[in-house]
């Protein structure tokens, strides 16, 4: 790890976590002629005063506040080595826990617009909210480097920026008390400038350290993190996806920031995928096994408690998942399936049925509007939002389906579900 002396403007070179206290910037990158590159701080004498203001008023903020080492991505990471890189970016989020500040600039942010910080482009970008719930301490600036406010006095447009809890953002609760669906929704609305980005940014939130691969595309990227955060934890709200923001009947519009949530498999292909999933917490109700160590051809082996879709030609069983709505506990998420075809095996690259897997055992995740009722005719697709109401002596209240394109995702409003034990 590098970081520069705010007394000499030079880069020292740490092998391990430095010993040293040091301060952390946390910004959006500009212009490539106006950030400070790794290469351009070794001539730090031949650059411009616009190159240089970000070094020059974090290290002069370090100075006053008694640092003597400061690290800024720009210029303490060689991009052009490709093993720094990756590197960097596996410890990325810890080099922001461990430092003792974080000086947030807010360079959209003029002087005496207090008022527009939620506004600010630093909450539209991937890689700054791992940043903010990294760093410890954390203090905004507006572009002329005066005081915004920190992390704590800011919590109000922290959270109505970010959507995230007040005790998770102010670290009263760990990051791990939160679901791996709430975590995606932060992400949800967010971009980055490489495609991938937009999955490894992610890395630290998650504890995952897994090789960068550019060029794979974000599919790939937002899939291997999946399957590397199933592989730690029985938390089954990764397989939430595909639900309306607010739950509303709304499909993707243009006035979305965020990235496409269509997937063609049971993984969503981005973090856009969980768009309306901020309140979905894990419960212990219902035994989810995911084994993604045995996946082949494509599958996911996954133990899952299944229901009876109402008979419906197209739309076989539901499956209920552990976790559900904070706001109404009598929820529960469930995803729409139907059985494997032969045909669905042969996409995945083989003639027959994978060997060992019985084919009314095996399901694929439905890509439509679920419907229930006792009186809905065959291959009818209600609208999103529609209400069927269930008569079965297992489940007595109402089925809601809400659709986004390439994705459906069902909650389950339930009275009396008796859950396995």
Known sequence: MRLVNVESLRLELFYGDPTEPYAVLSHTWGKEEEELSFQNIQHLEEQDTARRAKLDGTCAQARKDGFKYVWIDTCCIDKTNAVELSEAITSMFRWYKSSKMCYTLLSDIAEGQTDRISKSRWFTRGWTLQELLASPKMTFFDSTWRVLGTKSSLSGPLMAATHIPHHILT???????????????????????????????????????????????????????????????????????????????????????????????????????????????????????????????????????????????????????????????????????????????????????????????????????????????????????????????????????????????????????????
């Open 171 to 421: 670290g009263i609760a760990s990051l791990d008390s939160a679901s791996i669906a709430q975590k995606f929704s932060w992400a949800s609305t967010r971009t980055t400038t490489r495609p991938e980005d937009m999955a490894y940014c992610l890395f630290g939130i998650f504890s995952i350290a897994i090789p960068p691969l550019y060029g794979e595309g974000l599919t790939a990227a937002f899939e291997r993190l999946q399957e590397a955060i199933i592989k730690r934890t029985h938390d089954d709200s990764i397989l939430a996806w595909g639900l309306t923001e607010g739950r509303e009947s709304n499909a993707i519009s243009s006035k979305n920031k965020g990235l496409p949530a269509v997937s063609g498999g049971i993984l969503a292909a981005s973090p856009g995928a969980f768009r309306g999933c901020g309140d979905i917490v894990r419960r212990n109700r219902i035994d989810t096994r995911i084994r993604i160590s045995e996946a082949s051809w494509g599958t996911i082996p996954i133990n899952i408690h299944l229901q009876p879709g109402g008979g419906i030609s197209d739309f076989s069983h539901v499956g209920y998942l552990s976790c559900g709505p904070k706001s109404d506990p009598s929820k529960v998420i469930a995803v729409p399936l139907v059985r494997c075809s032969e045909e669905a095996h042969s996409s995945h690259g083989t003639k027959k049925k994978p060997p060992g897997l019985e084919q009314n055992l095996t399901w694929e995740r439905s890509l439509h509007c679920i419907l229930f009722g006792s009186h809905t005719p065959h291959g009818f697709r209600a609208g999103s939002g529609t209400f069927w109401h269930w008569n079965s002596t297992e489940i007595q209240h109402v089925v809601k389906g809400y659709q986004r394109p390439g994705s459906t995702l069902t909650i389950l409003e339930i009275s009396q579900y008796r859950y396995p034990k």
